[in-house]
């Protein structure tokens, strides 16, 4: 299985700030990089797939970037709404693989 | 606007199977592919399988032997059975429609059930 590995597991920022999750996998997946916002008691939602594709609906200060084993996820200016956690997921192989998740606390 | 609902019993004793359905409203469950994915309590995401419409499955190698997934066009429906149920499975099961570009193997999850608890305990 391909190991996905995101830093940091979690992250205090405040309003108004840029915040960067990094994900690397344990081997190259290409662009076949997901990320996914997860708030509590709800279900994960798609905001990047492709690795720097923005899904429709997505506010644009959301941004992905990397190809091959190293990935981004940016947040250009965190709103209130964006405190979550974030999921990478890798679509290149089965069994699809998950980060571990990171937790973005307000500061 | 496609939406999907999990159904089923939220306790399952040791050693039973789980039966989970998801609904598919809104569309129609053709042409798609469509995921179920679990996360523990407190934990993270886990991709358990999916199925085309058309049968085709493809499952997590580490619950290949107690999983299987199956598809009923006539009612937009796609079920999960996991059998010789322990703790360990206890979890939020989520079902997902598997969107993206299938020309270019561009995957992801872009519809999500609300997700339903199972809790395996006697």
């Known amino acids: 299985d391909i190991q996905m590995t995101q830093s940091p597991s979690s992250l205090s920022a405040s309003v108004g700030d840029r915040v960067t999750i990094t994900c690397r996998a344990s081997?190259?997946?290409?662009?076949?990089l997901n990320w996914y916002q997860q708030k509590p008691g709800k279900a994960p939602k798609v905001l990047i797939y492709?690795?720097?594709s923005l899904q429709s609906g997505v506010p644009s200060r959301f941004s992905g970037s990397g190809s091959g084993a190293d990935f981004t996820l940016t947040i250009s200016s965190l709103q209130p709404e964006d405190f979550a956690t974030y999921y990478c997921?890798?679509?290149?192989?089965?069994?699809?693989?998950f980060g571990q998740g990171t937790k973005l606390e307000i500061k | 606007q496609v939406q999907l609902q999990e159904s089923g019993p939220g306790l399952v004793k040791p050693s039973e199977t789980l039966s989970l359905t998801c609904t598919v409203s809104?569309?129609?469950?053709?042409?798609?592919?469509w995921s179920w994915i679990r996360q523990p309590p407190g934990k993270g995401l886990e991709w358990i399988g999916y199925?085309?419409?058309?049968?085709?499955?493809n499952y997590n190698p580490s619950l290949k032997s107690r999983v299987t997934i199956s598809v009923d066009t006539s009612r937009n429906q796609f079920s999960l059975r996991l059998s010789s149920v322990t703790a360990a499975d206890t979890a939020v099961y989520y079902c997902?429609?598997?969107?993206?570009?299938?020309?270019?193997?561009?995957?992801?999850?872009?519809?999500w059930g609300k997700g339903t608890t199972v809790t395996v305990s006697s």
């Open positions: 492709a690795a720097s």
């Open positions: 081997q190259s997946i290409n662009s076949y």
């Open positions: 997902a429609r598997v969107g993206g570009y299938y020309q270019l193997y561009y995957y992801y999850m872009d519809v």
């Open positions: 997921q890798q679509t290149y192989t089965t069994p699809y693989t």
């Open positions: 809104g569309g129609s469950i053709s042409n798609y592919f």
């Open positions: 199925i085309y419409y058309n049968g085709n499955t």
